[in-house]
């Protein structure tokens, strides 16, 4: 697809991927609607951008609220008579080490990670439905493939995401919608910015909304980044439970000892 002309929806745009993503969509001659919790650092954005092309709209929203996302939606229908991509952006991670375990942490996780994506399919596909056209493009994470120490919650989390979005491509391809996978890696965010360890293959924000709008662009039902990565996760999807546990339990003991340190 090209942007120029088109009405494009980002949730958690205020930071990181989506913030980026905004970033680079400016230079197009588009209209952005941009959601996330936090109204004045969208505000914030939507000034820093005013001399691009695009012209913005900012939504306060949390996607884990059921009725905020409808509302939200319905108010961006009330501007236009269609939506041509929404990129479903908005993610939070949380450690959660299981001999420390918080509900809390593990339900705003499946609340925002999975169930808002859900709230937004739920507000868009009708719409789609009806204008017959559209893409959804989901941000699901590489960390979905398998169970990583003190990360449980969240690949969970991601692999629902996953399989959701793999779910409604086949059966909304019929009305001609388009659903997109995004699966980055390790990219340089106020999430990321948290962990402890080293992060392999670390990116800057800019390099992934840069990466994710190509694929976009493309219309490519995966996008997944970076390559050397993806191929590792792929591998390790395959090795055995117990060879994969075993280096689990590695990672976990030298994560303990850089927590002690």
Known sequence: MHFH????????????IGEAVVSELS??????HIIARRIDYLNDLKKKLSGNPAKIQTYQCDVSNR??????????????????????????????DFTSFSADNAETMISVNVLGMLYCIEALAPRFIQ?????????????DSRGFARSGVYCA??????????????????????????????????????????MPFLMPAEKAAKIILRGL???KRYIAFPLILKLIVDIGRLVPNSLFE????KQYQSLNKNAVK
């Not at 230079?27 to 952005?32: E, K, L, R, Y």
């Not at 229908?77 to 949380?94: F, S």
């Open 27 to 32: 230079a197009f001659d588009c209209s952005i």
């Open 246 to 249: 075993f280096f689990s339990r």
């Open 5 to 16: 002309s088109k009405q494009i929806i980002i949730t958690g745009a205020s930071s990181g």
């Open 217 to 219: 662009q493309k219309e």
């Open 131 to 143: 204008q017959r056209s559209g893409i959804i493009a989901g941000v699901s994470s590489l960390a």
């Open 67 to 96: 009725e905020q996302i409808l509302h939200t939606v319905a108010a961006i229908y009330e501007q236009t008579d269609r939506v041509d991509l929404a990129i479903l952006n908005a993610g939070v991670g949380i450690y959660n």
């Open 157 to 198: 989390s991601k692999a629902a995401a996953t399989l959701v979005l793999e779910s409604a491509a086949v059966e909304l391809l019929q009305y001609n919608i388009k659903v997109i996978t995004i699966r980055p890696g390790f990219v340089k965010t106020p999430m990321t910015d948290k962990n402890k360890f080293k």
